[in-house]
């Protein structure tokens, strides 16, 4: 893994700057969670963690995703915790960070991603980058999505054999999603070639490849975080 020298390792954590999907008129956003669970895992484990977006300024954390049963004891504190609340709401605009400061990657999921992460060729540029340099990419739900078209020096595309997961088709579908989306990532990562695993809907289910760690449902988005907080011990 390449070294960056930092005494406390960092992490630069990236939003979605998109609250629509598209022409649908349905809100979306980051899921909560998969910002909440992250973030405490990685800063009680003594890491830094930096947010950013696209846009920068506040990025949008998905409506339902604040209803029960998908709030969580670390969307609870997220809420009561003004520091996060104010990195939330003053992300970093993701083209001004130099990313070799960081020492990995974590992409929460939700579904405004589709529409801006995953054809942000910074953020493209950055995950092949990362992935040369052995340092860990931890993407959960839908962020697995944005490795469609990230490709390696050779012209392969980098999920090429790789073994992944992310959110599945039936769980877009079950919440009847699935006519929405501007494309699927179950279908499209199958597609490049990646071994894509996933468990029955819903379930955790963490993933790992190399420097590539992802999970597949917003309930994989704790021990994915705590995958990634051992990984960078070393």
């Known amino acids: 893994m390449k070294a960056t020298g930092n005494k406390q390792k960092r992490v630069l954590l990236v939003m979605s700057s998109l609250d629509e999907m598209g022409i649908s ?39 339902l995703s604040h209803k029960v049963p998908f709030t969580t004891e670390y969307t609870e504190r997220f809420l009561k915790d003004p520091v996060a609340l104010y990195a939330a709401r003053n992300t970093r605009k993701l083209r001004n960070i130099d990313y070799d400061g960081f020492d990995a990657l974590f992409v929460p ?27 860990p990419i931890a993407m959960v739900c839908h962020a697995p999505a944005i490795l469609r078209d990230v490709k ?20 877009d579908a079950e919440i009847e999603l699935d006519k929405h989306l501007l494309f699927s990532l179950e279908d499209e990562l199958k597609n490049r070639g990646a071994n894509y695993l996933s468990k029955a809907n819903w379930e955790p289910n963490v993933v790992v490849d190399g420097p590539l760690m ?21």
């Open 109 to 135: 999921g939700g579904y405004g991603l589709l529409w801006d992460l995953a054809s942000d060729s910074h953020l493209i540029r950055m995950i092949k980058e990362f992935h040369a340099e052995q340092r």
């Open 25 to 63: 008129g349905k809100h979306t956003g980051t899921w909560f969670t998969e910002l909440a669970a992250p973030y405490y895992i990685l800063t009680e484990a003594g890491y830094e963690v930096v947010l950013a977006s696209p846009e920068g300024g506040e990025a949008p954390i998905d409506l």
């Open 152 to 171: 390696k020096d050779n012209g392969e595309y980098l999920v090429k054999g790789v073994s992944l997961t992310g959110f599945k088709n039936a769980e």
């Open 214 to 234: 992802t999970g597949q449902s917003p309930a994989s988005a704790a021990p994915l975080a705590q995958a990634l907080a051992e990984r960078l011990k070393a």
